[in-house]
C-alpha cells in the first residue's frame, strides 16, 4: 500500500504486525465519530492490552501486533488507528523503516501490507488505521508521523496523559523542564530558572514536499510590529538582517530537500530595539504551490550558541493556500518573551501579503 490508499477487509478478525529493525511500541486507539476516543479504556497498548473488540499481543516474528474484531467494535466506533512510537528514549525514525502487515487473524493470510516513506525527526507515527465505510470495514495506509512521541498522539486523540507538574505562574509553561513541545495556540514563556531569556536565539523552519510531490520552494521570513501593530521592518531571503544586525536569516533553501532546518533567521533578543514587541514567523510559497503539496512543516526555537532546542511545534495539517503563520513572539511589559504556536493558513505568496494578517495575530 502507499500512504493514502484503502482496501475493503475480506476478514472480520484482522490482525496488524507492526515491525522494526529496532523496539517498538504499537497501541491502538479506538475513536469515535468526532476523532477522539471515548475515554482511556479505547487506549490500547503494552499496559492495557485489551479494550472492547481490540487487543495488544507481542508478534511471533518481533513486534507488537494489534488485533481488532470488527463484529465486536462497539457501534459508537468509526475507526481504530494503530501507532507506533519508538522505545529508546531521544531516537528518531530517521533510517529506520516500520513496516504495518496486515492479517487474517483466523488464517494469517495477508491482507496488506504498508511501509511508511521518507521518515526522519518523527519518534511516533500513525502506521494505518481500520475503519468503517458504508457498513462495511477497511484498511488505509496512513504513514503521520509526530516529534513529540507517542504521548503527541494520545495527547492528540483525546488520551489524558499526566504531565509535570504547573510552574508556578498559572496556565504558563516554561523552560525549566527542558524542551517544550507545543500544540496549536499554546504559548512558552522563555524563563529559564526565575530568569527571562535575552540571548541569542534561532527559529529554525524546515518542510518537505509531500509523498511523490516535486520539490517546493518555500521561503521563511520574520515581520517585527511595535505596540500599535504597525510594521518596524521584516526580514527575508531579499533583506537577510534587520534592526542594526539583531535579526538575521540564513539565506534561501530552494527546494526543501535534505535533512534539519531549511531556512533559519537568528535573533538576539536582549539587542532588540524596545520599540520592538512582537515578531511574527511566517512561510510563504513565492511559486504559488500550495500547503497540500508540503509535508512535516515545522518551526523549533533553539539556543544560538549551544544549538539545544528550546521549542518546537509541527504542523498537523496543511490547506491548499500559499501563505501560513508559524509563531509569533511577543515582548511582556515584565521584559520576558512569550511563544505561541500559531498554524494560521492564509492567501499571500511573498512576506508582504503577511503583514496585515500576521498584525492582527499578535
Not at 68 to 89: C, F, M, N, R, W
Not at 133 to 152: F, P, T
Not at 153 to 173: H, L, M, N, R, Y
Not at 256 to 285: K, Q, Y
Amino acid at each position: 500500500m502507499t500512504p493514502g490508499s484503502n482496501l475493503p477487509l475480506s476478514a472480520v478478525r484482522v490482525a496488524v504486525d507492526v515491525t522494526a529493525p529496532v523496539r517498538l511500541d504499537v497501541s491502538g486507539l479506538l475513536l469515535a465519530a468526532d476523532g477522539k476516543v471515548r475515554s482511556d479504556d479505547d487506549f490500547v497498548f503494552y499496559n492495557q492490552p485489551a479494550g472492547p473488540g481490540v487487543t495488544h499481543s507481542a508478534a511471533a516474528g518481533g513486534g507488537d501486533t494489534i488485533t481488532v474484531d470488527t463484529a465486536a467494535v462497539p457501534d459508537g466506533i468509526e475507526k481504530i488507528v494503530v501507532t507506533a512510537s519508538l522505545d529508546q528514549p531521544g531516537a528518531t525514525f530517521a533510517g529506520t523503516e516500520p513496516t504495518g502487515t496486515v492479517r487474517n487473524a483466523d488464517d494469517n493470510s495477508v491482507l496488506a501490507s504498508f511501509t511508511p516513506p521518507q521518515l526522519g525527526a518523527e519518534t511516533a507515527l500513525v502506521v494505518v488505521e481500520i475503519y468503517r465505510r458504508s457498513g462495511a470495514w477497511k484498511v488505509r495506509a496512513v504513514g503521520q508521523g509526530y516529534a513529540n512521541g507517542l504521548a503527541g498522539i494520545a495527547t492528540d486523540f483525546g488520551v489524558s496523559v499526566e504531565e509535570p507538574a504547573a510552574p508556578a505562574a498559572p496556565g504558563k509553561i516554561n523552560l525549566d523542564k527542558g524542551r517544550v513541545s507545543l500544540q496549536k495556540n499554546q504559548t512558552v514563556s522563555l524563563v529559564k530558572g526565575g530568569r527571562p531569556l535575552l540571548s541569542s536565539v534561532r527559529m529554525g523552519l524546515g518542510w518537505e514536499p509531500a509523498f511523490r510531490s516535486k520539490s517546493i520552494d518555500l521561503d521563511a521570513s520574520v515581520i517585527a510590529y511595535g505596540p500599535d501593530r504597525k510594521k518596524v521592518d521584516n526580514c527575508f531571503f531579499g533583506k537577510l538582517m534587520i534592526l542594526g544586525g539583531a535579526i538575521q536569516h540564513s539565506g534561501d533553501n530552494l527546494t526543501g530537500e535534505g535533512a534539519g532546518d531549511d531556512e533559519a533567521i537568528t535573533v538576539h533578543l536582549g539587542g532588540l530595539p524596545p520599540e520592538v514587541t512582537g515578531l511574527v514567523f511566517v512561510v510563504n510559497s513565492f511559486s504559488g504551490q500550495k500547503f497540500s503539496d508540503v509535508a512535516k512543516a515545522y518551526c523549533r526555537l533553539l539556543d544560538a550558541q549551544s544549538g539545544e532546542e528550546l521549542v518546537r511545534f509541527d504542523l498537523t495539517h496543511s490547506e491548499p493556500r500559499t501563505g501560513v503563520m508559524m509563531a509569533k513572539l511577543i515582548r511582556q511589559f515584565s521584559g520576558e518573551w512569550e511563544m505561541t504556536a500559531l498554524g494560521e493558513y492564509v492567501d499571500a505568496r511573498t512576506v508582504r501579503g503577511m503583514v496585515k494578517p500576521a498584525g492582527k495575530a499578535l
